[in-house]
């Protein structure tokens, strides 16, 4: 009997235990045993990045050197394509001619005034009392840290004053015409000064970043045949472009009339204007054996070296009618 006791309570107790087991089983959670980082396989999207537009191309390029050489009183048809001058003629074919370039008025002093100063002034005729008080090309070159010279060839001495001297003309002179630099002793003997300095300046790799080059009378066509100024502009540039190229640096040399024989206008100029004239733009920068028929004018020269220089316009530079020169630039 104490035997069929012990039995039962020991039954008892086992399913006691067995039941709070199975409970404890059911009651707890199981445990979620997470794996390694898991590995993400969405795409994600980058942010948009602005890509820097490209540096707009200069109308003119910043040139170190830029050249002005003035022949005279000759109109477009008699110089291009002319035997009597093939140098000039070569030069034309190439590099850039401008084919519809014009001369602002007659007689020469008032061209040469529009060259540097962009007007006229008033004056129409070859003074040489005229002074001007106003401001040039060489100032607003000078504020910009750069450096110009005007070699006049037979001119005596820097900003000679005399009418003429030998094959000099003051009238083809137009630096001495501005009272600022007439005036200032010091930059006449640093800036106008007589063309045997071109050749010193080139062989001590001196040569200013702006240069204006008059020939003497001879020269220049005014009093001699087209054939000897064709003979000095070929010596001219064989002394001068091998300069200029040594470097590696953008330049221009600008060969231009400064006036031609008849009263043809162009862009915003009076009706009768002064005659069409060969300009050629020689240089690395300028499309090769190319003519460009857009109108110019003197005054398109000194609009497009203050473009080139970040200048300001000075007079009728800034016309409308005063158009850029642009299309001759590679």
């Given amino acids: ?16 235990l067995f039941a709070c087991a199975s409970a404890t089983q059911i009651d707890t959670p199981p445990v979620f045993q997470p794996s390694e980082t898991p590995t993400s396989t969405a795409t994600l999207t980058p942010t948009s990045t602005l890509t820097p537009s490209a540096t707009p191309r200069p109308l003119v390029p910043n040139f170190e050197h830029i050249v002005i050489v003035v022949l ?12 009597k001058m093939p140098y000039f003629n070569q030069l034309a074919k190439s590099y850039t001619l401008l084919t ?30 005229c002074i001007v008080d106003a401001p040039s090309l060489p100032d607003l070159i000078e504020a910009s840290g750069r450096t110009w010279k005007a070699y006049q060839e037979d001119m005596p001495s820097p900003c000679f004053s005399g009418a003429e001297a030998g094959n000099y003309a003051m009238k083809h002179n137009p630096f ?20 045997t300095q071109l050749s010193s300046d080139i062989a001590a790799d001196t040569l200013p970043n702006f240069m204006f080059i008059t020939p003497n009378l001879c020269n220049d066509a005014h009093d001699c045949p087209i054939t000897v100024s064709d003979a000095w502009l070929k010596n001219l540039m064989g002394q001068l472009a091998p300069a200029l190229d040594t470097d590696g640096k953008p330049y221009v040399i600008v060969i231009t009339w400064d006036e ?15 005659g069409r004239v060969a300009t050629i733009l020689v240089s690395p920068q300028v499309k090769n054996g190319f003519q460009d028929d857009t109108s110019y004018s ?3 020269l000194l609009k497009t070296i203050a473009e080139a220089w970040e200048l300001p316009y000075l007079g009728h530079a800034a016309d409308a009618e005063t158009t850029l020169i642009t299309a001759p630039w590679k």
Avoid at 105 to 118: D, E, F, K
């Fill in 100 to 129: 519809q370039h014009y001369a602002v008025t007659h007689p020469s002093l008032p061209n040469y005034l529009a060259m540097i100063g962009g007007d006229t002034f008033g004056i129409d005729f070859n003074c040489t009392s």
């Fill in 260 to 274: 031609g024989q008849g009263d043809h206008s162009c862009c915003g100029l009076p009706k009768a204007a002064g």
């Fill in 176 to 195: 001495v015409y501005f009272q600022p630099i007439r005036l200032d002793k010091e930059r006449c003997a640093r800036s106008d000064v007589p063309f």
């Fill in 298 to 300: 003197h005054y398109s």
């Fill in 72 to 83: 005279e009183n000759k109109e477009f048809g008699l110089i291009f394509g002319n035997s």
């Fill in 1 to 16: 009997m104490a035997l069929r006791r012990f039995i039962i309570v020991a039954c008892f107790f086992a399913f006691i």
